[in-house]
């Protein structure tokens, strides 16, 4: 909280809002469009790039030996994600598994930051004059959608690739009901059934982290100090279990959209 | 709250830390687990392939230690029965040799007797004819004399 007494309102609000940076070319020509979360963008990178050069390092070292705790416990990572591609995914595509890893590490690492006290990283910023800064990627719509429309990308792209743009208009066409004259019928049904998948990973992630990140801020309002432990504790707990779910569901399905993109009806 | 450019920009991040992945960490780490695994597998095949080379290798040795035992008891058998044979051929010899000695001095006995006895013959025959020539010189003619001499002769032939 700033220095100056908020009402519970604008606290709240002022933990839904993310840090702002907007060009007035930008401003102009896109409108509310034009504006970049540097909080989203920043945070992200930061973990992303982090844990990735971690990887490098350690890939760069990694021995066929006996390998080094770290080693054990990344490969243990890499076993864990391999053995879900290769239990889901018939075919071979070598950018399944990678996508996979980088999506299950990436989304894990943005959700693990809700279980940083809330305050802490607004606070300390404020101090040297950043208004907002949410610490949670994954609350932020453009993080998830970013990723579930780079998964769509490529579903359509597999699709297309694997069973030709004539198989693929064809499924769209041909698609819950196999008689030509279901058309009219099959085509919305299957535009919204493809349109689901990347509005489905996106809001189903964000809703999580977002809905817990609501609740540590409202826990956060409580007035009686010792209901921040009694409260907080047990719902950090849970949303461990919820960070990891989510981290989890988004991998596996996106494994799953991939594999039936590959394989024809 | 709002979808706005942030969109893009996790897209790029997003596609920049894919290919990153695929490039430089997901090969190489998969690689030397798979090293690993090829290497584990290959070193429990060798130990299988051990246990199983011992336990020939003492079948073979109990084998070979049967094959000696039954071996070392047939030579022993051989030694047995080829002193046997040695002793029973140097008892025969023994004996054949001693009956040929027996035998050798029972013949040189009986020569001997033979040639003792014609020389007593002579001797007794010398010495009748000297002891009658003592008396026939005294009274009887010489015709009787010579007689008498060879029928004594004739007589002690026969006698013989």
Redesign the interface.
Not at chain 1, 32 to 37: I, T
């Given at each position: 909280m700033s220095s100056e007494a908020l009402d519970s309102t604008q606290y709240v609000h002022h933990h839904?809002t993310?840090l702002p940076w907007t060009h007035s070319f930008?401003q102009q020509k896109?409108g509310?469009?034009?504006?970049?979360?540097l909080d989203?963008?920043i945070v992200?990178?930061i973990l992303?790039?982090g844990v990735?050069l971690l990887?490098?390092c350690?890939?760069?070292r990694?021995?066929?030996?006996v390998?080094s705790k770290l080693?054990n416990f990344?490969?243990i990572l890499?076993?864990f994600i391999?053995r879900q591609v290769k239990e889901t995914f018939q075919g071979s595509n070598?950018?399944i598994?990678?996508?996979a890893?980088?999506i299950f590490v990436?989304i894990l690492l943005m959700n693990l930051m809700d279980l940083i006290p809330i305050d802490l990283f607004p606070m300390l910023l404020s101090k040297t004059g950043v208004p907002y800064f949410r610490m949670v990627?994954t609350t932020?719509?453009?993080?998830t959608?970013?990723?579930s429309?780079?998964v769509f990308i490529l579903i359509i792209y597999y699709s297309v690739k694997e069973k030709g743009l004539w198989g693929f208009t064809k499924e769209l066409f041909m698609h819950p009901f196999p008689y030509i004259w279901f058309a009219p019928i099959n085509l919305p049904l299957s535009i919204v059934h493809e349109l689901a998948k990347p509005v489905s990973l996106a809001l189903r992630l964000f809703g999580n982290l977002f809905s817990g990140e609501v609740i540590f801020i409202l826990i956060a309002l409580f007035p009686i100090w010792w209901l921040q432990w009694v409260l907080g504790f047990p719902w950090a707990i849970f949303h461990i279990l919820i960070i990891l779910i989510q981290a989890f569901i988004f991998t596996i399905l996106t494994i799953v959209y991939l594999s039936l993109a590959h394989e024809s009806h | 709250m709002d979808l706005n450019l942030t969109l893009f920009g996790q897209m790029i991040t997003f596609a920049l830390f894919v290919w990153f992945t695929k490039r430089f960490v997901w090969p190489v780490l998969i690689k030397a687990i798979n090293d690993r695994e090829a290497k584990i597998a290959d070193g429990l095949a060798a130990a299988e392939r051990g246990h199983h080379e011992l336990d020939l290798s003492q079948e073979r040795a109990k084998e070979l230690l049967r094959d000696a035992k039954a071996k070392a008891i047939d030579v022993v058998d051989q030694a047995h029965k080829q002193a046997t044979h040695i002793l029973e051929e140097a008892r025969s010899d023994a004996r054949a040799l001693a009956e040929r000695m027996v035998a050798t001095a029972e013949e040189e006995i009986v020569q001997a007797k033979h040639a003792a006895k014609m020389a007593l013959q002579k001797e007794l025959g010398v010495m009748v004819v000297k002891g009658a020539e003592r008396i026939l010189k005294q009274n009887i003619s010489g015709a009787i004399n010579d007689r008498l001499i060879s029928d004594l002769i004739a007589e002690v032939g026969v006698s013989e």
């Open positions: 839904l993310n930008l896109l509310s469009f034009g504006v970049v979360n989203t963008l992200s990178f992303g790039s990735l990887f490098y350690l890939a760069r990694a021995t066929s030996g390998p080693q990344v490969e890499f076993e391999q070598p950018l598994a990678p996508l890893l980088t990436w990627p932020d719509l453009n993080a959608f970013a990723m429309l780079s | -």
